[in-house]
């Protein structure tokens, strides 16, 4: 049975903050792992750009003894090379993340805000968002 328009308006703002707070700690999530496993990456290149000449040129003591503009070169060369795959591995394991915790699934449409005696979950799903005593008719994917 639809429900009231007030009453269709406050639920709406609760599913839209719902699914905010889901998509905020996606991207949460996210931001970690991708700055976790591109680290290396980071400090590669910065090294690299911070060291050559026609760049930065930093005047810092490993800059001048160690690292030329031949070096600071290959290391900018070597920062993006590793980058390809290590981005395919921080999205695996955001991507196998997101699924063990179920995080995609917390999204709930906006039909639970227009009609009544909707549940916000789907069977067997054991994610955080879900309340207990899920409609059993329903299913997203197997």
Wanted: glycine share 6%.
């Amino acid at each position: 049975e639809p429900r009231s328009p007030w009453c269709c308006l406050a639920w709406t703002l609760v599913i839209g903050t719902m699914n905010s707070l889901v998509f905020l700690l996606n991207l949460l999530l996210m931001l970690v792992i991708f700055t976790v496993v591109l680290l290396p990456t980071i400090v590669v290149v910065y090294f690299g750009f911070q060291c050559h000449s026609q760049v930065l040129h930093s005047s810092a003591r490993y800059c001048k003894s160690i690292l030329d503009d031949n070096s600071s070169s290959a290391l900018i060369i070597l920062g993006f090379v590793i980058m390809s795959p290590l981005l395919v591995v921080a999205m695996a394991i955001y991507c196998s993340l997101a699924r063990r915790l179920r995080l995609l699934v917390c999204f709930q449409p906006y039909s639970l805000a227009v009609y009544k005696g909707g549940r916000c979950c789907h069977p067997g799903e054991g994610a955080l968002c879900c309340a207990r005593g899920c409609n059993t008719q329903l299913k997203a994917w197997v």
